[in-house]
């Protein structure tokens, strides 16, 4: 067994697009990164849950990398218009991306 200098949980649920460029951007900083599929419960979009071990020190430039590299972008929804005779589908502009990011102390961290 080998205790990590590993002290925070980094989780970020990012668009299934920005999944190259967070994990590249990450990795050139040294970081490593797992991923997950997740799906959105709004859109119903394919997502990467990505769990990141972080040091103290590194925390800034994860948030920085993330911030860089998942971008937030214009999609449509099509709502039927209520109060109409006929229920038309309607395009809703609705803007998704970027990232939804928790950080999470961790009191130990092994590797077995």
């Known amino acids: 067994m080998t205790e990590l200098s590993i ?18 951007a990450l990795k050139e900083l040294g970081i490593g990164v797992t991923y997950l599929s997740s799906a959105g419960g709004f859109l119903g979009r394919r997502n990467a849950t990505l769990l990141i071990g972080l040091s103290e020190a590194q925390e800034d430039a994860a948030l920085t ?3 860089t590299a998942c971008r937030q972008r214009i999609e449509y929804m099509t709502l039927p218009l209520e109060g109409t005779p006929m229920s ?4 809703v502009p609705v803007t998704v ?16």
């Not at 990012?14 to 994990?23: F, K």
């Open 7 to 24: 002290r925070l949980l980094m989780m970020a649920v990012i668009q299934d697009q920005d999944l190259d460029a967070a994990t590249k």
């Open 65 to 67: 990398a993330l911030q």
């Open 88 to 91: 038309i589908p309607a395009p």
């Open 97 to 112: 991306g970027g990232a939804t990011v928790f950080v999470l102390p961790l009191e130990r961290v092994e590797e077995i």
